[in-house]
């Protein structure tokens, strides 16, 4: 398969005060077009920080980044702003829906702002919510609410769909159907999908799992904590 984004030495600290702490030591990583793939780790492991990076939501202290042919490790704001519009959908573990839009006023946010994007309806109805399309969040289960979100992400075609915990605030039947729902994504829309998670179950899901340990990539199963 075609190498959809590559991570090369990819290395991120922040400063606290007079000490620099690492987030990420020495990160190489691949993504294929079409994979689904799980960063598992505990807490503080760097799964999130390297998730921001591959969505475009941060850069890296050092090392290089490129999105099939764009170089992405020096990006501007305004290069990562259209690398993030054009190319990535985000799925969070909160929803992040407007209380007082419906189902289908919350998705169509997103279609301004993305060049070919699908219909409102069409994404609501991927993700199986067509009955619910006139709902407000207060009146959607957790569940259907994380589909919204969900249709929200893909309403703008996006190759690379990034998921930071998705199931996070899910009970074990619900997060077992968004699970499927992604994996459905994955497999016959051909979405690129990156999911973090503290959830070795999540891990049954995905083509690939990724182990991160004190900001370094592991060929062991890294300790998880929920």
């Known amino acids: 398969m075609n190498a959809v984004l590559v991570m090369q030495g990819i290395t991120k600290s922040y400063r606290m005060g007079e000490v620099e702490v690492p987030a990420l030591r020495g990160i190489d990583l691949e993504l294929s077009a079409g994979e689904m793939v799980v960063l598992l780790g505990a807490s503080g492991s760097g799964k999130s920080t390297l998730l921001n990076i591959l969505g475009g939501l941060d850069v890296p202290t050092a090392g290089h980044i490129r ?18 519009r054009d190319h990535v959908g985000f799925v969070f573990q909160f929803y992040n829906l407007i209380p007082s839009l419906t189902a289908i006023e919350n998705v169509a946010l997103v279609t301004d702002l993305a060049n070919k994007p699908l219909s ?24 259907q609410q994380q589909r919204v979100a969900i249709a929200r ?3 703008a075609d996006p190759t690379l769909l990034i998921c930071d915990e998705p199931t996070g605030d899910l009970d074990r039947e619900t997060t077992e159907e968004i699970l499927r729902l992604l994996q459905l ?10 999911m973090v998670t503290h959830d070795p179950k999540a891990a049954s899901f995905a ?9 370094a990539l592991t060929d062991a199963p890294a300790e998880t904590a929920a």
Do not use: F, M, Q, W
């Not at 099939?68 to 290069?79: C, V």
């Not at 994504?185 to 999908?193: A, D, F, P, S, V």
């Open 67 to 84: 999105y099939r042919d764009h170089e992405l490790t020096n990006a501007n704001e305004r290069a990562l702003t259209i690398y993030r």
């Open 120 to 143: 409102p309806g069409d994404a609501l109805e991927l993700v199986g919510l067509t009955d619910r399309r006139k709902h407000r969040p207060g009146e959607l289960s957790g569940g």
């Open 153 to 155: 992400a893909i309403v």
């Open 185 to 194: 994504l994955n497999r016959e829309h051909g979405k690129t999908i990156v």
């Open 207 to 215: 083509g690939r799992i990724v182990h991160l340990d004190k900001g």
